[in-house]
């Protein structure tokens, strides 16, 4: 019985896709992101000239907004940009918070409504393709993926937004992508020290 789950294991481990990427050190965070390696990091600097780019005043002005709400809630945020996609990934350090599958359902009524506030201004349709929570002895993951669209938008784009508590560190994360991407390989590999 034993041989049989030891086989079991090892043919669960080799169907695995190989994911393949690098670290990134969040060092004040005690956090190590593992992203492909087309990531980059981005300076608030930096991010801020890449959103002013966009032809779309609305969205500009609401991401300078939020970006000024986070500055006078003095939250730290890191940014990074897959190079080749475009897609923005936004990394949110908070105080440890060990969470449960009911204060998940509570975040998730709390992404919609701020969902609900973006559609209002912006005309955005945010529809919900998956919400999940997941729990271990040393951690908690809520996961939770959108399609936005709208008539304005040349197709559809995708918002996935993680909340992670492992090893007395909390964290949040959002990737914005033209695509649907399966980010959870890459969520395993990170590093929480």
Same mark, same amino acid.
């Given at each position: 019985m034993e041989a049989v789950k030891e086989s079991k294991k090892v043919l669960?481990?080799?169907?695995?896709?190989?994911?393949? &990427?690098?670290?990134?050190?969040?060092?004040?965070?005690g956090i190590k992101m593992y992203l492909p390696k087309e990531f980059k990091k981005l300076s608030k600097t930096d991010?801020?000239?890449?959103?002013? =780019?966009?032809?779309?005043?609305?969205?500009?002005?609401?991401? =300078?907004?939020?970006?000024? !709400?986070?500055?006078?809630? *003095?939250?730290?945020?890191?940014?990074? *940009? +897959?190079?080749?996609?475009?897609?923005i990934l936004t990394v949110f350090p908070t105080e440890y918070i060990k969470f449960s599958k009911s204060d998940a359902q509570m975040l998730l009524n709390d992404i919609k409504l701020h +969902? !609900?506030?973006?559609?209002? =201004?912006? &005309?955005?349709?945010?529809?919900?393709?998956?919400?999940?929570?997941?729990?271990?002895k040393d951690a908690q993951i809520f996961k939770s993926i959108y399609t936005i669209n709208s008539k304005d938008l040349v197709g559809d784009f995708f =918002? *996935?937004?993680?909340?992670?508590s492992f090893n007395n560190k909390s964290f949040a994360l959002t990737l914005e992508t033209p695509f649907l991407?399966?980010? !959870?390989?890459?969520?395993?590999?990170?590093?929480?020290?």
């Amino acid at each position: 019985m034993e041989a049989v789950k030891e086989s079991k294991k090892v043919l669960k481990e080799n169907k695995k896709p190989i994911v393949e &990427g690098k670290f990134f050190p969040l060092e004040t965070e005690g956090i190590k992101m593992y992203l492909p390696k087309e990531f980059k990091k981005l300076s608030k600097t930096d991010y801020l000239e890449l959103v002013e =780019k966009s032809n779309d005043s609305l969205a500009v002005n609401l991401e =300078k907004e939020r970006l000024r !709400d986070l500055a006078r809630s *003095q939250s730290k945020v890191y940014f990074f *940009q +897959h190079t080749t996609s475009n897609s923005i990934l936004t990394v949110f350090p908070t105080e440890y918070i060990k969470f449960s599958k009911s204060d998940a359902q509570m975040l998730l009524n709390d992404i919609k409504l701020h +969902h !609900d506030l973006i559609t209002e =201004k912006t &005309g955005l349709l945010f529809t919900k393709k998956e919400a999940r929570f997941f729990e271990t002895k040393d951690a908690q993951i809520f996961k939770s993926i959108y399609t936005i669209n709208s008539k304005d938008l040349v197709g559809d784009f995708f =918002k *996935q937004i993680y909340f992670v508590s492992f090893n007395n560190k909390s964290f949040a994360l959002t990737l914005e992508t033209p695509f649907l991407v399966d980010f !959870d390989p890459y969520l395993e590999k990170i590093r929480v020290l």
